[in-house]
Structures are given as C-alpha cells and as structure tokens.
Nanobody, 128 residues
Framework: VQLQASGGGLVQAGGSLRLSCAAS????????MGWFRRAPGNEREFVSA????????FYSDSVKGRFSISRDRAKNTAYLQMNSLKSEDTAVYYC??????????????????????WGLGTLVTVSS
C-alpha cells in the first residue's frame, strides 16, 4: 500500500488548508485512515482519524472544532480540512492507513503503532 499526500503549504494564521491522502496498491478494503504530525522539536502526535466503513471521526483536543476529516471511498482518499490555523499547527503532516488482515495489532485510533503504512509527509507552515 502506498500513500500519496498533498495539499501542504504556507498559510497565514487564521487561514485554511486542505490535505489529501490517496491510497493505492493492493487494497481490498480499508479499516481506518488518519493523520499524525510532528512539529520541529516535538514528538509525533495524533491529529485525526476516520473509520472507513461508517465514517466515524476522531480528533485530538488541539484540533477539535477546527479540523475536519472526511473520506471518498471510491477514490480510497482521505481529506483533512484545516480551518482557523494557528502557528502551533506548523508541522509535517503524515497520512497513515490501517487495512485488515495484516496481523498488525490495533492499539487504537490515536496510537501510531496501529498503522502499518505511512506517507512521506507534507509540510504545513502557518505564519503568525
């Protein structure tokens, strides 16, 4: 499975960006997709995830109410709409995926170890 993320860039505080993540390869079905991020000098942190079957969404407290995750099942693509961006949102954003049948143990939507494939990352820079 390959993940291709796009949509990062430079935006002013208060602005918006939309990230996309397209999954390709040998995919029979998707269980969950999501986003993590790593800001300079910080550890990697969970941002958001979506359950592929019913669209249940999950958010970290730091982005709840500002970010919105969605999916297009026909395109195997997840989206992250980021509004009211703040300087502290500046980070490299990584798309992740979990598909069933991999034998990869599921530690929950917010645990990075639950995801067996990661995209290369896309940089989001928010200027204040």
């Amino acid at each position: 499975v390959q993940l291709q993320a796009s949509g990062g860039g430079l935006v002013q505080a208060g602005g918006s960006l939309r990230l996309s993540c397209a999954a390709s390869g040998s995919i029979l079905t998707i269980f969950r997709m999501g986003w993590f991020r790593r800001a300079p000098g910080n550890e990697r942190e969970f941002v958001s995830a979506i359950a592929w079957s019913d669209g249940t969404t999950f958010y970290s407290d730091s982005v709840k109410g500002r970010f919105s995750i969605s999916r297009d099942r026909a395109k195997n693509t997840a989206y992250l709409q980021m509004n009211s961006l703040k300087s502290e949102d500046t980070a490299v954003y990584y798309c992740v995926i979990r598909t069933p049948g991999t034998g990869w143990y599921d530690l929950g939507f917010g645990d990075a170890r639950s995801y067996h494939n990661w995209g290369l990352g896309t940089l989001v820079t928010v200027s204040s």
